[in-house]
């Protein structure tokens, strides 16, 4: 493992910087940044045993001829050059390391929380975990403000998503605030930026009939003779989530008991934990048992993994292939837009209320409102009458007749 450099700022520091900022060379070519004589300390991990040890240097370029001697020996006894004095410690018994702190939250998170979050934050928090080591941070209450900007700012996502992580890192630190493990929660200073991307963030971008009729087109030239699954049983998913408006997991641990003999459906979901109630029509009924005659009573077969990210990802590959043959796509298409192409049949049916949809999607109306605004009929004529009847008597322009 690669040994980790950053300055650690004294009281004395003669730029002024906070005491015990950690500062990297990367941050300190920025425009603005005062120079410093505080001392370099190289920190990482040797023959399994974690070190921490300031340098005593101020320099980078001599800090890092050190460490490339030190890596070359591979060990942190008989060190080269400048002799290495240990990290003073603070009370470092009273305090808590960031890899307990992320294993102790996650603990208890898991007993509440649905398999898809748990995994959200365990990601997160593995990503808060390399930054910690990169920056030679060890124990929790080293993280500062600046520390959580630096941080999403290393996330490779779009201004939505970096948006929602921010709302899992907060519920982190204020858990490690609540066990006093830290003095202040860090990321509560941390506001997120504002434009034009991120008013339109919740829209959501449902397949056209068009674009379902290329889909199902696809489907026909799935599979060969050596695929366990053909374009039928493709043909059958699809169907399946876009008359029910399940996500991926549910459709693919779908269960025969969970359909009557009415086609009205009933279930838990597995991500929310939510009680859904839906119904298929006739055809779809039919395909569905004769599955179950064929498969058994999970309907795209019993899977031998536990793991539901291993359950998905078979049919998200195979979902993949089908669109790879259909495209080109204006969007990169999603198992997900199945859901809300299931939002989007019913919205534009005439009579179909907001509350409806949101019943059968298992959300609440506002969720609906926001990322389905697009296709309520009931909202555009709503629109349509007030700019109708604001600008009904308002002046004209008199054209002129040319002679």
Same mark, same amino acid.
């Given at each position: ?15 002024? +910087? ?30 399994? +045993? ?26 942190? $006894? ?35 929380? /649905?398999? /898809? ?35 999403? $700012? ?17 519920? #982190? #630190? ?52 050596? +695929? ?25 641990? #779908?269960?025969? $008991? ?36 064929? +498969?058994?009573?999970?309907? #795209?077969?019993?899977?031998? $993994? ?98």
């Amino acid at each position: 493992m690669a040994l980790h450099l950053y300055r650690r700022h004294r009281k004395e520091c003669k730029a002024g +910087h906070p005491f015990r900022l950690h500062s990297s060379e990367f941050d300190e070519r920025k425009r603005g940044w005062k120079r410093c004589e505080c001392p370099i300390v190289i920190s990482g991990t040797l023959q399994k +045993h974690f070190r921490r040890h300031t340098s005593g240097l101020w320099e980078w370029e001599d800090a890092r001829s050190l460490a490339s001697q030190i890596e070359a020996r591979g060990t942190w $006894s008989e060190l080269p050059g400048a002799v290495l004095a240990p990290i003073e410690a603070q009370a470092e018994e009273k305090r808590i390391r960031i890899e307990d702190a992320t294993t102790h939250f996650l603990n208890e998170l898991q007993e509440t929380a /649905a398999f /898809a979050t748990h995994k959200k934050y365990r990601l997160l928090l593995a990503r808060l975990e390399r930054f910690s080591a990169e920056r030679g941070y060890v124990a929790i209450d080293q993280w500062e403000p600046l520390d959580v900007r630096q941080f999403r $700012s290393t996330w490779p996502v779009s201004p939505q998503t970096a948006v929602r992580r921010m709302a899992m890192l907060k519920p #982190f #630190f204020e858990y490690c605030l609540s066990n006093k493990w830290i003095s202040s929660n860090p990321a509560r200073a941390v506001k997120n930026p504002k434009g034009r991307e991120m008013k339109h963030s919740e829209q959501k971008f449902p397949f056209t009939d068009e674009e379902l009729k290329r889909i199902y087109a696809a489907c026909e030239k799935y599979g060969t003779e050596r +695929h366990t699954w053909k374009g039928e049983d493709l043909a059958d998913f699809i169907s399946l989530s876009i008359y029910t408006g399940l996500r991926i997991s549910d459709v693919a641990l #779908f269960h025969i $008991s969970r359909m009557n003999e009415n086609g009205e459906i009933t279930l838990r979901t597995t991500k929310a934990g939510t009680v859904v109630c839906t119904w298929v029509p006739d055809w779809l009924q039919q395909r569905i048992r004769q599955r179950a005659e064929k +498969h058994g009573p999970y309907i #795209f077969g019993a899977h031998t $993994s536990t793991v539901l990210d291993v359950i998905t990802e078979t049919w998200r590959r195979k979902l993949n292939k089908i669109w790879e043959t259909c495209g080109p796509w204006e969007r990169n298409p999603h198992p997900h837009q199945f859901r809300h192409t299931f939002a989007r049949i019913l919205l534009q049916k005439p009579g179909v209320t907001v509350r409806d949809v949101a019943e059968l999607l298992g959300n609440t109306e506002d969720m609906v409102r926001i990322r389905y605004s697009a296709w309520i009929p009931e909202r555009q004529a709503r629109l349509t009458k007030v700019l109708q009847e604001a600008f009904a008597d308002k002046p004209r322009p008199i054209l002129l007749k040319r002679s």
